[in-house]
């Protein structure tokens, strides 16, 4: 026992005479410091400059100071850098010096020197419309029930004004239309226009709804002459026609006449017989294949009808039989 007790007892020793030494031994070391921006308007920022979180410089103090800094993390001071009062303006360069370290140890030096690369601009924060972006197409047996949609429809997005770009938009990354064929809803991400600005949204919710295409006839949709006010009057023959449209299935199976309208434009046209093609108005999903009748005889006030070839009419007729 008085064996350990002795070699506890030396051991003790042992460690008060290093603490004594390293608390009296001045030495210089190189240590890392936090660097801070101080003073700077809650309105302005330093984003996009070239600031070193950290910054090594070298100091002068007793032994047992610097080593519980380094292994125990114990705070000693820090780089401080105070911008009050400064503006936004071009960029600049920024020498670190002594008198830019705070700490109650005698400061040697920044070493390697540091020279900062800044610029102050004003942080501002801007609302900018969503945009879906896809890729390739839907295969050619289907469609859209409605144009897609994503939500939310626009994003806050905040950072130095001069990273904000003269477009507008936040776009999403490429959605694949090539593999859709129902209705999809997905978490898409938002692409970030520069990497100094943030985005309130990470993501948007993006809504394809998607259906089979369907082929539908439409018949005796009536007919309407588009007429300039105080013009003659105007008939049209045949007065209905038959209608091939194309669209998603259940949208296409729901439609009635009334969501069509077709005209033939007559305008200011003379008296007289026309040939005119129809235009079809439709709702906008919907893709016309045909026209049945593609055009249509006009006939425009009392033009004078023609009149028969001599001996082929009526009266050539009659004429040749009094003859007799």
């Not at 950290?54 to 820090?78: A, C, M, W």
């Not at 071009?90 to 070493?111: C, E, M, Q, R, W």
């Not at 990354?173 to 600005?197: Q, R």
Request: hydrophobic share 40%; net charge negative; proline share 8%.
């Amino acid at each position: 026992m008085n064996r350990i007790g002795l070699k506890i007892s030396c051991l003790v020793a042992s460690v008060l005479i290093w603490v004594q030494v390293a608390t009296t031994s001045v030495v210089e070391q190189s240590t890392t410091l936090p660097l801070r921006v101080v003073g700077l308007d809650e309105k302005l920022t330093l984003a996009g400059s070239q600031i070193p979180p950290q910054v090594d410089v070298v100091v002068r103090s007793n032994k047992l100071l610097l080593l519980t800094h380094r292994y125990f993390n114990r705070y000693i001071g820090e780089v401080r850098i105070n911008f009050a009062g400064l503006e936004p303006g071009p960029s600049f360069s920024y020498p670190l010096a002594k008198s830019d370290v705070f700490t109650d140890l005698a400061v040697v030096g920044i070493t390697p020197p540091v020279l900062l690369r800044l610029q102050i601009d004003n942080q501002v924060e801007r609302r900018f419309p969503v945009e879906l972006v896809t890729k390739n197409s839907l295969q050619p047996e289907f469609a859209f029930y409605e144009a897609p949609s994503v939500t939310p429809d626009s994003v806050l997005v905040s950072g130095p004004e001069r990273f904000f770009t003269d477009d507008p938009v936040i776009r999403t990354v490429p959605v694949d239309l090539s593999g859709v064929s129902a209705w999809e809803e997905s978490s898409v991400a938002l692409v970030v226009p520069h990497g100094e600005l943030e985005l309130a949204e990470a993501t948007v919710r993006a809504v394809l709804n998607v259906g089979r295409l369907e082929d539908r006839t439409l018949a005796n949709i009536p007919v309407i002459p588009l007429v300039d006010a105080g013009r003659p009057e105007v008939g049209v023959s045949p007065p209905v026609a038959d209608i091939m449209v194309r669209g998603v299935v259940d949208s296409v199976l729901a439609l009635t006449k009334s969501r069509f309208l077709i005209t033939v434009p007559v305008g200011s046209r003379d008296e007289g017989v026309y040939e005119l093609s129809g235009q079809v108005d439709h709702p906008s999903w919907l893709t016309v294949i045909r026209l049945e009748p593609a055009e249509f005889q006009v006939i425009v006030g009392d033009p004078p009808r023609e009149q028969p070839d001599e001996g082929t009419g009526i009266e050539g007729r009659e004429q040749g039989a009094s003859g007799e």
